[in-house]
């Protein structure tokens, strides 16, 4: 088979071309451009390393926020940076106030880091575990609404719902379950860590009471760039995990609590300090800016999803309305191998090392495993790509191997 092209944005990464990338979803990838503009920033900091901490970094990641809340609809003051989506999700739950039976609620759908977090806090401070069960393959929204709503009791506190889940790679209606959730007196954390970048959402709007996001993956800023927010009558009660300088430091009434996380420790600030760049940086290079670049990704999306499941067979889960630049397709029912966060499936692996194709072949769930295959589609991404990838998995079935 003849190795496929790209798109012509591909020249504006450093993605090895010897690989067909089709899992810009797992960790995302940054421009060139950006990358430079982080090590320029990183030149700022180790000329004059005082002047840049002491004098400067505070009002640059100020600005930075400023750029951000623009772009996601809140106010920067309601911002806070942190590494990644898992890290704002602890943030919440370890700051959170827990009284004798109550009572926490997720879905099966949710990311296993952010799960793994909620669990161990519902252990630790004795609270109920309540996980609703998203039907998967699902056919219409009100299945994930239903299946929430009916989860949740009189004791249920707080509910942590993706936004676009990351295993099974569908958008839940997240206006709909945060405002159904909040009529019944239950807090919302959203985990949005795939929601930058690939869906335009206004926070305020939402009113989610908690919203964690990644800067890293769609907006392609670099790693360990994330956010989260926090509605302003929230505010008092989260706090960063970490107490340090800051926490005491006298700044204006807008600032106070975003402040109490601007200084962890010492460390890298310009992964943080290069979203704001990032942002620019689409808006510039792409006729049409950010909707012009989401448009043409869902569109590929939905089209690469469904010439996969003509040409190899496999059935998609997920109807087009709750679907973005994510899409899985069932490869079949299976066994679960022994767990391990690094565990590589073997179909994976031919994949990558026979074809040298990047894609996700995951077992999903625990209940009733199945083989999926999940696409994700960036900018870089052709057609001609995804058609390859359907030759390589026509070529494995019919060997046997899948």
Not at 198 to 206: F, G, I, K, T
Request: glycine content about 6%; charged content about 20%; proline content about 7%.
């Amino acid at each position: 088979m003849k190795f496929p092209a790209p798109a012509p944005a591909a020249a504006w990464w450093s993605l090895d071309p010897k690989i067909c990338f089709l899992n810009h979803g797992s960790f995302g990838a940054t421009p060139k451009a950006l990358l430079q503009k982080q090590q320029a920033y990183r030149d700022q900091m180790e000329a004059e390393p005082v002047r840049f901490m002491v004098r400067e970094l505070e009002e640059l990641l100020w600005q930075s926020k400023t750029r951000l809340g623009k772009f996601m609809g809140t106010a920067p003051e309601d911002l806070v940076f942190v590494p990644n989506a898992t890290t704002g999700v602890n943030t919440v739950l370890s700051s959170m106030q827990w009284e004798p039976g109550d009572a926490v609620l997720t879905t099966n759908h949710a990311y296993g880091a952010c799960y793994n977090a909620l669990e161990f806090f519902a252990r630790q401070k004795k609270l109920e575990f309540q996980v609703a069960d998203v039907p998967y393959p699902i056919s219409q929204e009100d299945e994930v609404t239903d299946a929430i709503l009916g989860a949740c009791t009189p004791k249920t506190r707080l509910a942590m719902i993706d936004h676009i889940t990351s295993a099974t790679g569908i958008v839940f209606p997240i206006q709909k379950i945060v405002r159904a959730l909040q009529a019944r007196g239950i807090q919302v954390l959203v985990d949005g860590a795939h929601t930058p970048g690939m869906l335009p959402v206004q926070l305020d709007e939402l009113g989610a009471d908690y919203f964690t996001g990644n800067c890293h993956k769609w907006i392609c800023s670099p790693k360990g760039s994330a956010f989260l927010q926090v509605r302003k009558d929230r505010q008092e009660l989260v706090r960063p995990m970490g107490v340090s300088h800051t926490y005491d430091e006298p700044v204006p009434a807008a600032r106070l609590w975003s402040s109490h996380f601007m200084w962890p420790g010492t460390g890298d600030f310009t992964a943080y300090l290069t979203v704001a760049d990032a942002i620019h940086y689409f808006e510039q290079q792409v006729e049409g800016g950010w909707a012009a670049l989401q448009q043409r990704s869902h569109t590929l999306c939905l089209e690469a999803r469904q010439m996969l499941s003509r040409r190899t067979g496999y059935s998609l889960p997920a109807p087009e309305h709750m679907i973005a630049q994510l899409s899985n397709l069932a490869l079949g029912e299976t066994s679960l191998p022994p767990y391990g966060f690094n565990y590589i499936h073997p179909v994976q692996e031919i994949l990558f090392r026979r074809y040298g194709i990047e894609v996700p072949v995951f077992l999903w769930n625990k209940a009733a495993p199945r083989l999926w295959l999940r696409i994700s589609v960036q900018l870089y991404n052709s057609m001609e790509q995804y058609e390859y990838l359907a030759n390589a998995l026509c070529e494995l079935k019919a060997a046997g191997e899948i």
